[in-house]
């Protein structure tokens, strides 16, 4: 059946060098058998559920929320499309519905990668640049979540850090420096003009009570910027997971 498919990993690299989120824990890889004294390698992970390629589900914000193991095959494997924001987009800009409706054929029910460029900065890249990547990617507003929601979307896919401008995350806390950055850049004197605080992680808190859930640090090769494809995303059949790191998959 597959025969008549390309497949391509959207899925980054895994390793105890892989950045979690800022302020989670990085992960810990060891050796607790080795071939040198049992005759067998046996590994020990210790890590955050989002370190790497994940899915984030319902449960990691909403307390009634699907696990992870209740998100059936049926929602994670569809169809899709990707938009390529790239040229449109830098450093703490707002993308827009009408910046990813203008570059690709999107419709009600798709899941849709959203391709920022800053996959370009991720840990295991060349140009890699985490501070970057992670504080200073372009994310959306209020308009792109309620977007969302009119178009029914299964789910998301980002090539950056979350789904959610960093600006409108703990991000803007810990970093005072770079949200005066921000609010220079976007030519507001307070960044709540943009990102108020009952929309505190809006991509979270707003469209997982409505199902719609994301995979964020996802990548994408060219060949499939703004084409129409397959997408699956195949996490750990994990019961009582809030999120879990996943293998995300483009059919062609």
Not at 8 to 15: A, E, I, N, V
Not at 45 to 62: A, R, S
Not at 102 to 108: A, I, L, M, N, S
Not at 142 to 152: T, V, Y
Request: hydrophobic share 35%; charged share 25%; with cysteine.
């Amino acid at each position: 059946m597959l025969d008549e498919y390309e497949l391509y990993d959207l899925t980054q690299p895994w390793s105890q060098d892989t950045p979690a989120w800022p302020t989670y824990d990085n992960p810990k890889v060891w050796y607790e058998k080795s071939l040198d004294t049992e005759k067998v390698n046996g590994q020990k992970i210790e890590f955050m559920n989002h370190t790497g390629t994940h899915l984030d589900g319902e449960k990691h914000f909403v307390a009634s929320g699907r696990d992870i193991e209740q998100v059936g095959l049926d929602e994670l494997v569809g169809d899709g499309v990707v938009a390529d924001i790239s040229d449109m987009v830098g450093d703490y800009d707002v993308y827009t519905s009408e910046m990813i409706e203008e570059v690709c054929d999107v419709r009600e029910g798709d899941i849709l990668f959203i391709h920022t460029g800053y996959q370009d900065y991720a840990w295991h890249t060349e140009e890699a640049d985490p501070h970057r990547y992670f504080c200073k990617h372009p994310g959306p507003n209020a308009e792109f979540a309620e977007w969302c929601q009119e178009m029914n979307l299964n789910y998301l896919l980002l090539d950056c850090g979350s789904a959610d401008h960093p600006m409108n995350t703990i991000i803007r806390d810990v970093r005072p420096e770079l949200a005066e950055e921000a609010a220079d850049h976007l030519e507001v004197g307070d960044l709540d003009e943009i990102f108020p605080p009952e929309g505190y992680q809006l991509m979270h808190t707003e469209l997982f009570p409505e199902g719609i859930i994301h995979v964020e640090n996802a990548q994408v090769p060219e060949e499939l910027l703004n084409e129409r494809v397959q997408i699956g995303t195949f996490p750990w059949r994990f019961r009582g997971g809030e999120s879990s790191v996943c293998r995300c998959v483009a059919f062609e």
